[in-house]
């Protein structure tokens, strides 16, 4: 391989979201020369983590281990935080029966086992944590009781997490190049060589024995998502990251790397129905306090099938599924207090009246009658003597409905009443390249491609269908952790090698 190289390093990460930067600081502590690859300008830097609230998954076992996350939080909010616990195994059980059981068992029993050290790591390098009062947990009776397994974000959300990575990044050395696309991996029979790369629109190449890949899936490339996703995934709403456009997955490909995981599903939530395609504000979250009807104006999913975190990720497919891809979520005054910060924004398609006939009618493109008769007999079949508790699955639910609703079933019944018109909105994608356990790359010849890792969205088998919410950021900074650490001491290995030949 006779080429130009503009720069040699130890370690290459392509990318520089969550997964990219817990590789790049990781591999910067095994003490290995590390440059990032950032194909957006710095100021959109980051990929979808960005635009994350920093929510993050973790196993803990008690309010002392969250103490040991975030000490600075003060005895007075200890008092009033019912924290519980979040086994590892109950997180496992979660990525189970969130993917069906598909989720790859070692990768699966990687993320949970090793997710509480993992936030104990980003600790250590100055990644600062706070409960996630309000959206994971409601103030009843003076307690804050935290559900659903996440009850951590990072200071500043997805922004605040993305600059204080990149801050420790700089504080230890490492380089990142923005406006820096990398285009094709240089391999030889020994493994990986180099990256050629398009650097402010000049192309040119890294001389490096060790990569990693953490450069996200492909939900922002229309032309991948028909192709994978199948019909109708051309006309979804294109959420967060423009820059996800896959060629990370297509530059490993190229080489012989394996696929895996589910290339025909992808995280799809509800959103607005007419917001412009990457502009923030688009999910709308509160479902499981109101029922979803189509412009039939039949109900079509369970909306209190679980917690939230638990069933948002696949509710925008089964919305695209419906007639004119869209659906209204319909709440009533009760449960207003209720929705989240998301409702209350000015770029929000919504009506308001002071009937059910006069919404239907403002709505206008829902079957009036159908729509009636729906309300008619999903409130007919609530069991008012069960009480409504959105802290717990409170199991109010309805009786005889071909479309039950298991929880927070509330009369609809109190006006004004609300709809709000919501599509699907693709987040990010399930399908990406194998690793081992070491974050590996595999090849299709079930080997694995020396000095190729993985971290993040780019890495298939872990997600299935639908997944708990969270279990995202976690396993790009659990597999990034590793996949730096390796990556850096492969590549020392080399330099090793080369040294004592
Ligand atoms: C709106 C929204 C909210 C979410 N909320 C949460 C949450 O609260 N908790 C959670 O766990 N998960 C959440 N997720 C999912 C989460 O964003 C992802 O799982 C996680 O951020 C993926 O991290 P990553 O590092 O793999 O990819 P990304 O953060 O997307 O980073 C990919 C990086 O690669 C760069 N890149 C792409 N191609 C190239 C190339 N050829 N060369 C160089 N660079 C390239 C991109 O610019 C970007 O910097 C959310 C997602 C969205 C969109």
Redo the contacts with the bound molecule.
């Keep these: 391989m006779d080429h130009e190289f503009h720069y040699e390093t130890d370690v290459v990460v392509?990318?520089?979201?969550?997964?990219?930067?817990?590789a790049a600081i990781s591999a910067r502590e095994q003490g290995a020369r590390t440059i990032v690859?950032?194909?957006?300008p710095e100021e959109?830097?980051?990929?979808?983590?960005?635009?994350?609230?920093?929510?993050?998954?973790f196993a803990y076992n008690n309010q002392e281990e969250i103490k040991r996350i975030i000490p600075d939080l003060g005895e007075e909010d200890f008092k009033i935080t019912d924290f519980g616990s979040y086994s590892e195994e109950e997180f496992y059980d979660d990525l189970c029966r969130m993917t069906d059981y598909r989720t790859d068992p070692a990768l699966a029993g990687l993320l949970t086992g090793k997710s509480f050290e993992t936030m104990k790591w980003l600790t250590e390098h100055n990644i600062r944590f706070i409960p996630i009062y309000g959206r994971q947990a409601f103030k009843i009776d003076g307690i804050f009781k935290f559900w659903g397994g996440?009850v951590l974000?990072a200071v500043g959300?997805?922004q605040g997490l993305?600059e204080a990575l990149h801050q420790e990044a700089k504080t230890n050395g490492i380089s990142v190049l923005y406006e820096?696309?990398?285009?094709e991996l240089l391999h030889t029979d020994e493994g990986i060589a180099g990256v050629v790369?398009k650097e402010q629109g000049k192309t040119k190449r890294i001389k490096t024995k060790s990569v990693v890949l953490?450069?996200?899936?492909f939900?922002a490339n229309v032309e991948m998502r028909t192709r994978y996703l199948g019909p109708k995934w051309d006309l979804v709403h294109t959420?967060?990251?423009k820059?996800?456009?896959?060629?990370?997955i297509q530059?490993a490909l190229n080489i012989g790397a394996l696929p895996a995981g589910n290339w025909s599903e992808a995280?799809s939530?509800t959103g607005d129905r007419y917001l412009p395609d990457f502009e923030?504000g688009?999910?709308k979250l509160s479902y499981p306090f109101g029922i979803i009807v189509n412009a039939d104006g039949k109900r079509f999913v369970d909306e209190g099938a679980d917690f939230r975190n638990y069933t948002y990720a696949k509710y925008g497919k089964m919305i695209l599924e419906q007639p004119k891809n869209c659906a209204w979520q319909i709440f009533d005054a009760k449960v207003a207090p209720f929705l989240r910060e998301e409702y209350k924004g000015r770029k929000v398609t919504k009506v308001k009246a002071n009937s059910l006939e006069e919404l239907a009618d403002k709505v206008g493109e829902i079957d009036k009658e159908k729509f009636l008769e729906e309300i008619a007999a999903f409130n007919e079949s609530i069991d008012d003597s069960v009480p409504f508790n959105p802290n717990i699955k409170d199991g109010r639910k309805t009786k005889g409905l071909t479309i039950p609703k298991s929880n927070w079933a509330n009369k609809i019944d109190t006006a004004p009443f609300e709809a709000y018109a919501v599509t699907c909105g693709i987040?990010?994608t399930y399908g990406g390249v194998k690793i081992n356990e070491k974050t590996e790359v595999q090849s299709i010849l079930y080997e694995k491609i020396n000095g190729l890792y993985a971290?993040?969205?780019?890495?298939g088998g872990l997600f299935y269908k639908n997944y708990p919410?969270?279990?995202?950021?976690?396993?790009?900074s659990v597999f990034?952790k590793i996949a730096g650490e390796n990556a850096a001491k492969f590549a020392l290995n080399q330099a090793q090698i080369i040294e004592n030949a």
């Design positions: 392509i990318g520089a979201g969550n997964a990219a930067m817990c690859l950032e194909k957006a959109e830097k980051g990929g979808n983590t960005t635009y994350t609230h920093g929510s993050i998954r996440m974000e959300g997805g993305v820096t696309m990398a285009t790369i953490a450069s996200g899936g939900h959420r967060a990251s820059y996800n456009t896959g060629e990370g530059m995280h939530v923030e688009f999910q987040t990010f971290a993040g969205e780019v890495v919410g969270g279990a995202g950021l976690m396993a790009g990034g």
